[in-house]
């Protein structure tokens, strides 16, 4: 840059050409699926499996979420969005601390805080800012944390422990102010404190509390508020200011335990919500599982019922929070209520999911593995027959007995009696079933520690070790089962209607692609074919089989389980694209955390799947597992490969990114010229990358801006077009080598189609 030195006006002609940045990834893969916990409903964005489990947990027993996470992640995956699914029936665990007027709820949720956008670095500025405004909308519209309901949160628990941050006494005073104290030490003191004063005379004992207004430092003492209260009746107590007073300050510390190892430790938080270190502020940015917040209730009729959402605000700021019935009740808590909302999910909430996915404008890809979940069987309970009589054996038979209650928890965490259920002690007992008040009795039983085995349809089976007793007025000991958290299988029909809008762009939003999943692992080359030609012809799917499989957490050595292959298959199109770009194939490239195909494809069978867009996955001895095509499902010859949609994609969205600086240009030649050089150059850089074909930059593409394509009347109307062709690098699938021989050589000719 030239300096000036003198002041005047200089003339500097700018190139009319405008940075077009780099090339939209297309890699990027929206997942929608089960999760055993984690915000429903709402994208979240996650670069590795360590942290879509931190935020979405360990894999559920059933569904293919997390198996197809971890394919895309060890296959090549760089960046995917997970939107978790569930009804609006799933309930977050809860529980109230204390049966005052005001109870401090501790309830499961999820904290957006711990997701920071400021985080990714390394990410293109653009994605940067889709991701940040995703979390920018969520915290303005829901807040800093959002229900992570689940039966995850039942095996929460919370220790409460009163604590204190500061410990001191007052330096004793002849006159002087009597809400202002001079104290020895300000350690642990600020705006805000909550005090409890304490101070003998006479072998009396006087306590009150207060809240801290101010502090001056320079002279060593505090404000009060108001007039210290006494800690039971609140009125008003006088304190001898020649003396010395003892001084407390009054917080909390918080154990937050799952599945009984302590998860957490939140030390020394303040109930007053003005406190720095209150339990609003420090619990709702740094707590991962559980959130404390204050709800206040008003006795009606001998029964305590909660203020309705409007009334709260209001109640809350009049409360005293130096009245000790405003603190959270010291003690241990089980959370509990939690339930998935999974059981009835139907295709309706695949669509509104969807609708999310419109909101993710640089997602390219979009998988639905649990789409096409299987039935699944709850584990069966075995029965053991009773020992036979011992007909030589005279002595009394055991009298003892059983006496039990068997209740679930409903959606609103109250109980509810269960009837019918099937009860058979372990061993040499009985079998009964539970009357309609859900109680049960078993006697004739040895009075000892015994197994109880309960089922029922729709519930979890479930063995309970209880006592026997000889006494028949004990009371009867509570179990609990739980609902069985399996989700739906879906009609075909429906599975067909979800497929069929995640290529659809007026759902999921432009430049989508949706990869697809057989309904089965079963299924044989005919049903494949039957459903390809369900699914119709749409330029904008890549429908691949058959299913993987992969290893299974719940078994050792060679167990397995099958999974759909839309998750790995993201994973190859990702790993081709970063190691050369958006034109490489996913195809031929290895799958990693696979075993096998649920279904052999050999060259006779691939040659049927091939013509009508079937993509065959294939094993190779010595090779490993490869996805062995990149077909769409469009007829037309031009979107045949996946390859051709993907760049023109990513064409169209980094030119629409890159030329919305003309939008209100003048309507003139050089901002005609402006556009068409832009286009240009960023166009002529991919053809040099081998994005697009030809052996010369006019084979590979063509720029069209000027007079012919915008006449008077477009030019009037205040309309720019600008017609781009590009001819995009599509992959050979066949390599044919013709073998021939010279009098004195063989030649080996490649000829490619």
């Known amino acids: 840059m030239t300096t000036l030195l003198t002041p005047g006006l200089y003339r500097q ?3 009319p050409v405008r940075s077009v940045a780099r090339l939209a990834r297309g890699d990027i893969t929206v997942f929608l699926g089960y999760a055993r916990r984690g915000p429903v409903g709402l994208p979240v964005r996650v670069e590795s499996l360590h942290q879509a489990e931190a935020i979405f947990g360990q894999p559920l027993e059933v569904g293919y979420l997390w198996h197809s996470l971890k394919g895309f992640f060890e296959t090549g995956g760089r960046t995917a969005y997970v939107l978790r699914l569930a009804k609006d029936s799933a309930r977050q665990a809860s529980i109230d601390l204390g049966e005052s007027a005001l109870r401090w709820r501790a309830v499961a949720s999820f904290p957006w805080t711990m997701i920071d956008p400021r985080k990714l670095k390394t990410a293109p500025r653009a994605e940067a800012a889709n991701w940040s405004q995703i979390v920018e909308r969520v915290l303005r519209e829901r807040g800093a944390r959002t229900p992570d309901p689940g039966t995850w949160a039942n095996q929460l628990s919370l220790t409460v422990r009163q604590t204190a941050r500061c410990r001191t006494e007052t330096v004793p005073a002849q006159d002087g102010d009597s809400l202002t104290l001079r104290v020895a030490s300000l350690a642990g003191l600020e705006r805000g404190s909550i005090l409890t004063l304490t101070q003998t005379a006479n072998q009396e004992t006087v306590a009150a509390t207060a809240i801290v207004a101010d502090i001056d430092a320079a002279f060593q003492s505090i404000k009060l508020e108001r007039s210290p209260r006494h800690a039971l009746n609140r009125s008003a107590v006088a304190f001898d200011s020649s003396r010395t007073i003892r001084l407390t300050s009054v917080e909390f510390d918080f154990d937050i335990y799952l599945e009984g190892k302590l998860s957490q430790s939140l030390a020394a938080l303040s109930p007053n919500p003005e406190h720095t270190f209150s339990i609003n502020n420090i619990l709702g940015s740094e707590s991962r599982d559980v959130f404390l917040t204050p709800v206040v209730f008003r006795e009606v009729s001998g029964i305590w019922e909660e203020l309705p959402a409007p009334l709260q605000h209001t109640n809350l700021r009049r409360t005293d929070w130096s009245d000790a019935k405003s603190w959270p009740s010291p003690g241990d808590y089980d959370l509990t209520g939690g339930t998935d909302g999974l059981q009835e999910i139907g295709s309706t909430d695949y669509l509104d999911a969807l609708e999310e996915v419109k909101r993710l404008p640089e997602a390219a890809l979009v998988a639905a593995p649990d789409l096409v979940l299987q039935p699944t069987a709850p584990p069966a309970v075995e029965r053991t027959p009773r020992e036979p009589v011992d007909c030589y054996n005279l002595s009394p038979a055991d009298t003892g007995l059983i006496s039990g209650l068997v209740v679930t928890i409903d959606e609103t965490g ?71 958290a399996y989700p739906a299988v879906l009609p075909a029909a429906d599975v067909l209607q979800v497929q069929t809008a995640m290529a659809n762009p007026a759902i999921v939003g432009p430049y989508k692609i949706a990869v697809l999943d057989p309904i089965s692992p079963n299924e044989r080359l005919d049903e494949l074919r ?109 979107w045949r490969m996946l390859t051709a949609r993907r760049i023109v994609d990513a064409l169209e969205k980094t030119l629409q990114r890159g030329l919305h600086w003309m939008v209100f240009e003048p309507n003139n030649l050089m901002t005609r010229h402006a556009v068409s050089t832009t286009a240009e150059a960023f166009l002529n850089r991919l053809w040099r990358d081998g994005v697009l074909a030809g052996d010369k930059p006019e084979a590979g593409y063509s720029i069209k801006c000027d007079l012919e394509n915008n006449p008077n009347e477009t030019r009037e109307a205040g309309q720019l077009v600008v017609d781009v062709a590009v001819a995009p690098t599509t992959p050979f699938e066949f390599v044919l080598f013709r073998l021939g021989h010279t009098f004195d050589a063989l030649q080996v000719t490649e000829v490619q189609q």
């Open 13 to 15: 002609p700018i190139e």
């Open 530 to 638: 039957t459903w390809r030609a369900r699914l119709g012809d749409s330029a904008r799917m890549g429908f691949f089989a058959p299913w993987l499989r992969v290893p299974s957490p719940d078994f050792e050595g060679d167990g397995y389980l099958s999974c759909p292959p839309s998750g790995h298959v993201c994973g190859a199109f990702a790993a081709a694209e970063s190691a050369e770009g958006v034109h490489r194939s996913g195809a031929n490239r290895p799958l990693h955390y696979v075993e096998g195909v649920t279904l052999p494809i050999f060259d006779a069978e691939q040659a049927l799947m091939n013509p009508i867009g079937l993509n065959a996955i294939r094993t190779f001895p010595g090779r490993g597992t490869r996805v062995f095509g990149t077909r769409t499902l469009s007829s037309a010859l031009e």
């Open 414 to 484: 109250t109980d509810r009696p269960l009837p019918r259920v099937e009860i058979d002690v372990a061993g040499p007992g009985g079998q009964t079933r539970s009357d309609q008040n859900g109680l049960f009795k078993i006697r004739g039983i040895p009075a000892e520690l015994v197994t109880v085995r309960l089922s029922k349809t729709g519930f979890e089976p479930l063995e309970y070790v209880v006592q026997a007793t000889l006494f028949e007025s004990t009371a009867p000991t509570r179990i609990t089962l739980d609902p069985v």
